[in-house]
């Protein structure tokens, strides 16, 4: 490869401090200064615009300016590439709270260019990675039609046009969790059980790869356990998460639920537990919820008898059964579907960072730059 206005070929790289950078300190920003994150999202940046000049950082921010004869842009797009990436990884390594210092940050490796291709590099990457953003936010747009369409589906199907209603309380009961209670006596029978969190229970299914122990009197234990088909409910969230069931399938033997989740148990000759952990996400059950909570300001609540007051649709256990069936199916069609958007989300990322790393690392010609 030969030099482009006589800069050393890439493989000879510099660090962003002095050279690309003059100073990183969290102060007022100018317009043309790089910020980078650097708390535990580290590594977003942003080039401050000019009705930003003056603006002050916050915690977990960077300044970086940069020195005569760089550019912002192309810096901008360096400290986005793969070599960045893989510098700061290794400087966080595996701490708990992985937060960026100011020293490694300083010492990114940064390939060094001429100023005329930096601005080549950056005009190439802004054309190029804009057209795999048009495409990425098309399959972001498609995802959320379908999604659109799930819950219509859902909503027609297991919420009949002119069905009578019984609220929740007449088809189940409902089982309330337990507190972790650091005085709570331990006593000869104690049992050490799994403990689901609200962590755990997430809109339509269970997260179970990080699930603590708890060690409570056999008693109480009887009295939490969850059982195979019970609905799991959670108190607080997103208002428009609100009062949306996973169902229970006995995955942990034995496993107790924290006081902020609530398990629905049906009563089985009335209610159907797919039945109600599908009708939780219809637009009927999400209007219920929405309209009743308690909302706060970055989230809302539920209780024990806003639950039990859920509206529901009066239809035998085999109609309920049979509507689950054909629901299922088109669900499997419509979730095959969010898979293969969700797979070419990934790949047109993963392209995106290889189009910028292999750019500024000088490994594809860019158009209208000598080789």
């Known amino acids: ?48 615009p000019p009705e930003l000049e003056g603006a002050n950082l916050t915690q977990g921010t960077a300044r970086v300016a940069p020195s005569r004869g760089a550019s912002p ?45 930096q601005q080549s590099i950056a005009d190439y990457l802004d054309t190029e990675t804009a057209r795999i953003d048009s495409i990425v ?35 189940a009961v409902i089982q309330s969790g337990l507190t972790v209670d650091a005085l709570r006596e331990v006593t000869e029978d104690a049992v050490t059980r799994p403990y689901l969190r609200v962590a755990n229970v997430q809109p339509g299914r269970l997260e179970l790869d990080s699930v603590t122990e708890i060690t409570v009197p056999s008693g109480l234990a009887e009295r939490c356990t969850l059982r195979d088909g019970d609905v799991l409910m959670t108190e607080g969230g997103d208002l428009d998460k609100l009062g949306r069931g996973a169902i229970w399938r006995g995955e942990l033997p034995g496993a107790l639920h924290q006081n902020h989740i609530f398990a629905v148990r049906p009563l089985p000759e009335l209610l159907d537990p797919e039945y109600l952990g599908l009708l939780t996400q219809t637009a009927h059950a999400r209007a219920y919820f929405e309209s009743t909570g308690v909302k706060t300001t970055n989230l809302a609540s539920t209780n024990r008898e806003k639950i039990m007051s859920l509206p529901i649709p009066r239809l035998s256990v085999l109609d309920q059964r049979t509507r689950v069936a054909e629901a299922r199916a088109r669900l499997d069609r419509m979730t095959a579907f969010q898979g293969c958007l969700r797979s070419q989300a990934d790949l047109l990322h993963e392209r995106r960072q290889a189009l910028v790393t292999a750019s500024v690392t000088g490994q594809i010609e860019i158009p209208g730059v000598a080789a």
């Open 1 to 48: 490869m030969s030099d482009f206005g006589g800069v050393p070929d890439p493989s000879s790289l510099l660090h962003t401090s002095p050279e690309i950078a003059s100073a990183y300190r969290r102060s007022s920003v100018r317009s043309g200064d790089v910020v980078v994150s650097i708390g535990p999202s580290f590594g977003k940046v942003m080039i401050v």
């Open 73 to 117: 842009r192309y810096l901008y797009w360096a400290l986005q590439s793969r070599l960045a990436v893989a510098h700061w990884d290794a400087a966080v390594g595996g701490a708990t709270f992985r937060a960026l210092n100011l020293g490694p940050l300083g010492e990114t490796p940064v390939p060094v260019w001429s100023l005329p291709r």
């Open 137 to 171: 936010a098309a399959r972001s747009s498609q995802a959320a039609l379908v999604e659109e369409r799930r819950v219509s589906m859902l909503s027609r199907l297991l919420v009949p046009e002119g069905a009578a209603f019984l609220p929740l309380r007449r088809l």
